[in-house]
């Protein structure tokens, strides 16, 4: 297989997108919420928990807690039992509480869109601020989490591990244009086709621009006429035997 250029890589990356884009046109973050109070909340709650889970769990939480200062003054305890089916409930609320306490002290109750400010928030990371700026309309942002930094892997977009580093290459390849709608294509593909233990390659929409189904059929292709190497060659069988392999004489009392 051809070593692939890096404008090659980069006009296979948006044909990925538009293909996706046209099979998925209806894409969107599945979170649901109407505030950007409530992204911030539904994003948080969502690490290693389905959005399905989250939207279970936010119609409560958004109407007991209104603004940014009632969220920051909750009950740990309260809080804590309203969110725990989201797994890692105290670490969450402690997260909700200290974010809230951020939007309600230093920013007059309202969530910033710039991707620092949301990234200087307690509770929130890189990949949630990314997340975040792009849904409100802030700066373009290309987030990583794990579905994206699977895919993204797999297509032959990027070696990377490190959700930043991978970010970088992502929006080294794509148009920025196309940041925030790349994102939420990837996340929809990695989990409705391109699953993380048995990707449903034979009807995924971008089979043909996969680095990781090119790689495979590069190595499954025989060269015709080659000859096998020594290792896999047939051993004609002894005469006189049924098998080819002989069997080594058993000694000591076994033998006899």
């Not at 409100?136 to 993204?152: I, M, N, Q, W, Y």
Request: proline share 7%.
């Amino acid at each position: 297989m051809a070593r692939e250029t890096v404008p090659e890589r980069r006009v296979r990356a948006v044909k990925v997108i538009q293909r996706l884009g046209e099979a998925m046109p209806d894409a969107r973050i599945e979170l649901d919420y109407q505030t950007p109070l409530q992204l911030v909340t539904a994003v948080i709650l969502a690490a290693q928990c389905t959005d399905k889970r989250v939207n279970m769990v936010t119609p409560a939480l958004f109407a007991r807690y209104r603004d940014a200062r009632a969220l920051a003054e909750a009950d740990t305890r309260e809080l804590e039992s309203m969110i725990h089916s989201c797994g890692f409930f105290r670490a969450k609320a402690k997260a909700l509480k200290g974010m809230a306490a951020a939007v309600a002290g230093q920013h007059g109750g309202e969530v910033p869109i710039a991707r620092a400010e949301l990234a200087a928030l307690p509770g929130v990371g890189p990949k949630t601020a990314g997340v975040v700026t792009v849904h409100l309309g802030g700066e373009p942002a290309f987030p990583v989490d794990t579905h994206v930094k699977r895919l993204s892997r797999r297509l032959g977009f990027t070696k990377q591990e490190d959700p930043s580093r991978i970010e970088e290459d992502l929006q080294a390849l794509v148009p920025s244009g196309l940041w925030g709608k790349g994102h939420q294509l990837l996340v929809w593909h990695g989990r409705r086709t391109c699953f993380a233990r048995s990707p449903a390659c034979e009807r995924c929409v971008v089979r043909e621009l996969c680095a990781r189904i090119g790689v495979a059929k590069a190595k499954a292709t025989v060269v015709k006429g080659a000859r096998p190497p020594r290792s896999a060659a047939v051993v004609p069988p002894a005469p006189g035997r049924r098998g080819g392999t002989r069997r080594k004489p058993r000694s000591g009392l076994a033998a006899r």
